[in-house]
């Protein structure tokens, strides 16, 4: 018993000790965080009897949104974190119905030496490629907001079922994806891309571009994706260009993993292209700590499956935001658009909940206020 007691009295004290330095080594911790954002919107032609339309939007320059994110440290350099994050309409306070209740739900592992390994619900790579290489509008504003033409070439932004590989190191960037398309024996409803970027710290510029691949998940037929561009800032301002191609194969109609049921693609014109190619550029002012100004500029041009469905737009808006302090800013936007041929009634504005053009004009206004949490 003596030598029992002796032994416990050195093991217990060593033990406990050895538990709290792996306690203290684990630290963990999760954040609430969100952003939003409410305006007032008019938008003409809405309808073919060109009427307008004036009253809250579902969002503003940046859809409302609220999550969880948290981290835990391995040690060595190691780390897991998560992600959970829901999109909602301020204006009524539901959900947004077009997308699922945690629009992003990810967990990954990372290494200070060897970059990340992200599965789930996730940022596509052709947005990835867009924003790491520095030339998507408006890059103060996360994405998703009311106007921008781009998000519509990325295939929606977000995809299902996907394993993300991300790196960085002296200035480069690189991410590589693959979604499962879930279907047994063939490679349906699957998707695969690669992006990268190379943008010293502290350089005036970055260049960058992305490839992708989706295979529609009823026949395998694919819509292929690319896009390049970069941005160089001077000073206080940043200009940028980019140009983004979408070619589609003619049974490609259905991506499980994507933004859109069937319907809502057909609805939206998506299946009426083979091919669209969009040249963006824009240029961001800001003025002390306080101001950003942006002016941008789409050209769209749509190679139709027939003739009749050729189609092509011009895009145009102007920003003005201002930060009341470190969270909060108010904001002016205005967009206007020139459609010709099957553009008129797509999907080009940015998001699906906005109103779509039903005529070949159609001019925003936007007043908003946003914060930020």
Same mark, same amino acid.
Do not use: C
């Given at each position: 018993?003596?030598?029992?007691?002796?032994?416990?009295?050195?093991?217990?004290?060593? &033990?406990?000790?050895?538990?709290? +330095?792996?306690?203290?080594?684990?630290?963990?911790?999760?954040?609430?965080?969100?952003?939003?954002?409410?305006?007032?919107?008019?938008?003409?032609?809405?309808?073919?009897?060109?009427?307008?339309?004036?009253?809250?939007?579902?969002?503003?320059?940046?859809?409302?949104?609220?999550?969880?994110?948290?981290?835990?440290?391995?040690?060595?350099? *190691?780390?897991?974190?998560?992600?959970? !994050?829901? =999109?909602?309409?301020?204006?009524?306070?539901?959900?947004?119905?077009?997308?699922?209740?945690?629009? !992003?739900?990810?967990?990954?592992?990372?290494?200070?030496?060897?970059?990340?390994?992200?599965?789930?619900?996730?940022?596509?790579?052709?947005?990835?490629?867009? &924003?790491?290489?520095?030339?998507?509008?408006?890059?103060?504003?996360?994405?998703?907001?009311?106007?921008?033409?781009?998000?519509?070439?990325?295939?929606?932004?977000?995809?299902?079922?996907?394993?993300?590989?991300?790196?960085?190191?002296?200035?480069?960037?690189?991410?590589?994806?693959?979604?499962?398309?879930?279907?047994?024996?063939?490679?349906?409803?699957?998707?695969?891309?690669?992006?990268?970027?190379?943008?010293?710290? +502290?350089?005036?510029?970055?260049? +960058?571009?992305?490839?992708? !691949?989706?295979?529609?998940?009823?026949?395998?037929?694919?819509?292929?994706? *690319?896009?390049?561009?970069?941005?160089? &800032?001077?000073?206080?301002?940043?200009?940028?260009?980019?140009?983004?191609?979408?070619?589609?194969?003619?049974?490609?109609?259905?991506?499980?993993?994507?933004?859109?049921?069937?319907?809502?693609?057909?609805?939206?014109?998506?299946?009426?292209?083979?091919?669209?190619?969009?040249?963006?550029?824009?240029?961001?002012?800001q003025v002390g700590n306080a101001w950003h100004f942006a002016a941008n500029v789409w050209r769209t041009l749509q190679d139709g499956t027939t003739a009749e469905k050729d189609?092509?737009?011009?895009?145009?808006?102007?920003?003005?935001?201002?930060?009341?302090?470190?969270?909060?800013?108010?904001?002016? !936007?205005?967009?206007?658009?020139?459609? =010709?041929?099957?553009?008129?009634?797509?999907?080009?504005?940015?998001?699906?909940?906005?109103?779509?053009?039903?005529?070949?004009?159609?001019?925003?206004?936007?007043?908003?206020? =946003?914060?930020?949490?």
């Open positions: 018993m003596r030598n029992l007691s002796r032994w416990l009295a050195t093991v217990v004290p060593v &033990t406990l000790a050895s538990l709290n +330095g792996q306690a203290a080594h684990a630290q963990s911790s999760v954040t609430l965080y969100g952003v939003v954002d409410e305006s007032v919107r008019y938008l003409t032609n809405v309808n073919k009897a060109g009427d307008s339309s004036i009253g809250l939007g579902v969002g503003g320059l940046t859809q409302s949104r609220w999550g969880l994110k948290g981290v835990e440290d391995l040690g060595g350099g *190691w780390s897991t974190f998560f992600k959970l !994050e829901n =999109r909602f309409y301020i204006n009524s306070g539901q959900s947004d119905p077009t997308l699922p209740f945690f629009n !992003e739900a990810q967990v990954g592992v990372r290494s200070n030496s060897f970059g990340q390994v992200i599965l789930g619900r996730q940022y596509n790579v052709m947005i990835e490629g867009i &924003t790491i290489g520095g030339y998507g509008s408006n890059l103060w504003i996360p994405y998703d907001f009311s106007f921008q033409p781009e998000v519509t070439m990325t295939g929606g932004i977000w995809t299902s079922n996907q394993v993300q590989y991300q790196a960085k190191y002296n200035g480069f960037n690189f991410a590589a994806g693959y979604a499962f398309g879930g279907n047994a024996g063939n490679s349906y409803g699957s998707q695969v891309g690669a992006a990268a970027a190379y943008a010293p710290a +502290g350089g005036p510029f970055s260049i +960058g571009g992305a490839y992708e !691949e989706s295979k529609d998940s009823l026949n395998g037929a694919a819509l292929k994706a *690319w896009t390049f561009g970069g941005s160089y &800032t001077w000073n206080h301002t940043r200009l940028s260009a980019g140009y983004i191609v979408n070619q589609r194969d003619a049974g490609f109609s259905n991506f499980a993993d994507g933004p859109f049921s069937a319907p809502v693609l057909a609805a939206l014109k998506y299946t009426d292209f083979a091919r669209r190619r969009m040249i963006m550029g824009g240029i961001t002012q189609g092509s737009a011009w895009q145009y808006q102007l920003v003005a935001d201002y930060n009341l302090s470190k969270r909060t800013d108010v904001y002016l !936007e205005g967009d206007y658009s020139l459609y =010709r041929g099957d553009l008129i009634g797509a999907q080009l504005q940015g998001i699906n909940g906005i109103g779509l053009a039903q005529k070949s004009t159609q001019l925003g206004l936007m007043a908003g206020l =946003r914060h930020q949490f």
